[in-house]
């Protein structure tokens, strides 16, 4: 008999180690001529008679390949001991290439085999060169793939490396960083809401390099800012001639996104006509390019973010609420930053950090005045505000830290402001005022506040100012 594959020595990849198979057959003389097959082609082997030997070995050594013979009892040639013993070992690893021996004939069991797992299969009487062909191309293909695999976790290591910053340290911040870490690496669709510039963006982006998703693309779409006409075309592409302007096939942001995450931001400004083709795609799982009638099916996650509150949007009839029951599998509430303030030392030294390098300044930091009036601004732009700020005091300084008048805060933004915090958040920002106005002088701002001395201490402890 001829061989039926080319005998070629074996690549260089294959040779790199030395390939650790693992022989299982109850027949000695089988088990004996193949270590000596193997051997010649430079494998290390080990060789067991039966199924719990096998996976004793397997729990207990690395291989790069098994042969396992399907029949153990001999009064038996069903295969059905050794089709278990298969399910076993891919319980045990799953990634290890399983090569099943049959019985001449048996052609059914090899296909069962190969159902459950097995990755290639041969009948005995074997001929030598075409098992060592078999084995050796199934040693390249788990060579690769474990290659390719460590790739990803690599990549994925570097770029959760890039990561945005996030900075969250405050009481405030607590639950969200703690549901971003326990939904962030899941396929959850996550609907992000917050107030302007309160970090819906890096959020969707720290979610997004989490996942396992992180060594894909996260693609965003600015569903408000688009035409309505462009809307489908945009997010699920079209195909050359779809309508007049329709020039060339174009990949919609979907396809896109295949494999990886779809950031949908300003989602409540979809219009209701194009919020139903979004229902629709998001349900199936599927899409049609506009002027096709192939349809692809589509792996992304969705994330979506909104600075509108969604419940009351339905309930106007403006948004769909089987849209958002889609959108909010799971959502994270960003709170404005005006109830976290704990947090704004340390965002603004980041962005001062940030800019000091971009501008090439070399600043301490700020000065305590300047800090003060920081933790004391009502921050109606939120972090983005922060962000700016400190970028046009880095811009202005002329000395080595930041003064207040560098940070140019409009006291206007507070007045107007006042009317929408919190009764608790207007006490709380009035001390801080008068402490500072006051140097931290107790008997000072509680004179100015008009309250007693002790009655100002009970309410530095309440809101955690003493
Ligand atoms: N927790 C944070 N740590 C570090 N940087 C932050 C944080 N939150 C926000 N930022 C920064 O503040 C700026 C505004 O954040 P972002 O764009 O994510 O806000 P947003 O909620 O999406 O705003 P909008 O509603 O206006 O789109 C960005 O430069 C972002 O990097
Ligand atoms: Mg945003």
Same mark, same amino acid.
């Given at each position: 008999?001829?061989?039926?594959?080319? =005998?070629?020595?074996?690549?260089?990849?294959?040779?790199?180690?030395?390939?650790?198979?693992?022989?299982? /057959?109850?027949?000695?003389?089988?088990?004996?001529?193949?270590?000596?097959?193997?051997?010649?082609?430079?494998?290390?082997?080990?060789?067991? !008679?039966?199924?719990?030997?096998?996976? =004793?070995? @397997?729990?207990?050594? /690395?291989?790069? @390949? *098994?042969?396992?013979?399907?029949?153990?009892?001999?009064?038996?040639? !069903?295969?059905?001991? $050794?089709?278990?013993?298969?399910?076993?070992?891919?319980?045990? /690893?799953?990634?290890?290439?399983?090569?099943?021996?049959?019985?001449?004939?048996?052609?059914?069991?090899?296909?069962?085999?190969?159902?459950?797992?097995?990755?290639?299969?041969?009948?005995?009487?074997?001929?030598?060169?075409?098992?060592?062909?078999?084995?050796?191309?199934?040693?390249?293909?788990?060579?690769?793939?474990? %290659?390719?695999?460590?790739?990803?976790?690599?990549?994925?290591?570097?770029?959760?490396?890039?990561?945005? =910053?996030?900075?969250?340290? !405050?009481?405030?911040?607590?639950?969200?960083?703690?549901?971003?870490?326990?939904?962030?690496?899941?396929? *959850?669709?996550?609907?992000?809401?917050?107030?302007?510039?309160? +970090?819906?963006?890096?959020?969707?982006?720290?979610?997004?390099?989490?996942?396992?998703?992180?060594?894909?693309?996260?693609?965003?779409?600015?569903?408000?800012?688009?035409?309505?006409?462009?809307?489908?075309?945009?997010?699920?592409?079209?195909?050359? $001639?779809?309508?007049?302007?329709?020039? *060339?096939?174009?990949? +919609?942001?979907?396809? &896109?996104?295949?494999?990886?995450?779809?950031? #949908?931001?300003?989602?409540?400004?979809?219009?209701?006509?194009?919020?139903?083709?979004?229902?629709?795609?998001?349900?199936?799982?599927?899409?049609?390019?506009?002027?096709?009638?192939?349809? %692809?099916?589509?792996?992304?996650?969705?994330?979506?973010?909104?600075?509108?509150?969604?419940?009351?949007?339905?309930?106007?009839?403006?948004?769909?609420?089987? #849209?958002?029951?889609?959108?909010?599998?799971?959502?994270?509430?960003?709170?404005?930053?005006?109830?976290?303030?704990?947090?704004?030392?340390?965002?603004? &030294?980041?962005?001062?950090?940030?800019?000091?390098?971009?501008?090439?300044?070399?600043?301490?930091?700020?000065?305590? *005045?300047?800090?003060?009036?920081?933790?004391?601004?009502?921050?109606?732009?939120?972090?983005?505000?922060?962000?700016?700020?400190?970028?046009?005091?880095?811009?202005?300084? =002329?000395?080595?830290?930041?003064?207040?008048?560098?940070?140019?805060?409009?006291?206007?933004?507070?007045?107007?402001?006042?009317?929408?915090?919190?009764?608790?958040?207007?006490?709380?920002?009035?001390?801080?005022?008068?402490?500072?106005?006051?140097? +931290?002088? @107790?008997? %000072?701002?509680?004179?100015?506040?008009?309250?007693?001395?002790?009655?100002?201490?009970?309410?530095? %402890?309440?809101?955690?100012? !003493?």
């Amino acid at each position: 008999m001829t061989a039926v594959f080319p =005998t070629h020595p074996a690549p260089p990849a294959v040779m790199e180690a030395v390939a650790r198979v693992l022989i299982a /057959d109850d027949q000695p003389d089988v088990r004996e001529a193949l270590r000596m097959l193997f051997k010649a082609e430079g494998y290390r082997t080990e060789a067991v !008679s039966n199924p719990q030997a096998v996976l =004793t070995a @397997i729990e207990s050594q /690395d291989f790069d @390949i *098994a042969l396992i013979d399907l029949n153990y009892a001999r009064d038996t040639t !069903s295969g059905r001991e $050794g089709l278990d013993l298969l399910s076993q070992i891919l319980a045990i /690893d799953s990634t290890l290439p399983i090569v099943v021996m049959t019985a001449w004939g048996s052609v059914e069991i090899a296909v069962e085999a190969m159902r459950r797992g097995a990755r290639d299969f041969i009948q005995k009487p074997w001929e030598n060169q075409r098992l060592l062909a078999i084995v050796r191309t199934q040693l390249e293909l788990s060579r690769a793939l474990r %290659q390719a695999q460590r790739l990803e976790a690599e990549n994925r290591l570097l770029r959760a490396h890039n990561r945005p =910053t996030f900075i969250a340290e !405050s009481a405030a911040m607590q639950p969200v960083l703690q549901l971003m870490s326990r939904i962030g690496p899941s396929d *959850a669709n996550v609907l992000i809401t917050g107030e302007h510039g309160t +970090g819906k963006e890096v959020v969707a982006q720290t979610l997004h390099a989490l996942s396992s998703r992180a060594g894909k693309a996260m693609v965003t779409v600015n569903t408000g800012g688009m035409p309505e006409g462009l809307f489908e075309s945009e997010l699920f592409g079209h195909i050359k $001639g779809a309508f007049t302007d329709a020039k *060339a096939d174009r990949v +919609g942001r979907f396809e &896109m996104a295949q494999g990886g995450t779809l950031f #949908l931001d300003e989602i409540a400004n979809v219009p209701p006509s194009q919020q139903a083709k979004l229902l629709r795609v998001l349900e199936s799982g599927e899409l049609q390019r506009v002027g096709s009638s192939r349809t %692809q099916r589509v792996d992304v996650r969705v994330i979506s973010a909104t600075n509108a509150n969604l419940a009351q949007e339905v309930a106007a009839g403006r948004f769909r609420e089987d #849209l958002l029951f889609r959108l909010n599998t799971v959502e994270i509430h960003l709170p404005p930053l005006r109830e976290r303030r704990d947090d704004i030392p340390l965002l603004a &030294m980041h962005f001062l950090r940030q800019y000091g390098q971009r501008y090439r300044k070399n600043l301490g930091g700020f000065d305590a *005045a300047a800090m003060q009036a920081l933790l004391e601004h009502p921050w109606p732009g939120n972090v983005r505000e922060l962000d700016h700020a400190t970028e046009r005091a880095v811009l202005m300084s =002329t000395e080595g830290v930041i003064r207040t008048a560098d940070l140019a805060l409009r006291i206007r933004d507070t007045a107007q402001r006042l009317e929408d915090m919190s009764l608790e958040d207007v006490e709380s920002f009035l001390i801080k005022k008068a402490l500072s106005r006051y140097s +931290g002088n @107790i008997s %000072q701002a509680a004179e100015a506040l008009g309250l007693s001395r002790s009655a100002l201490y009970r309410r530095l %402890q309440k809101y955690g100012l !003493s």
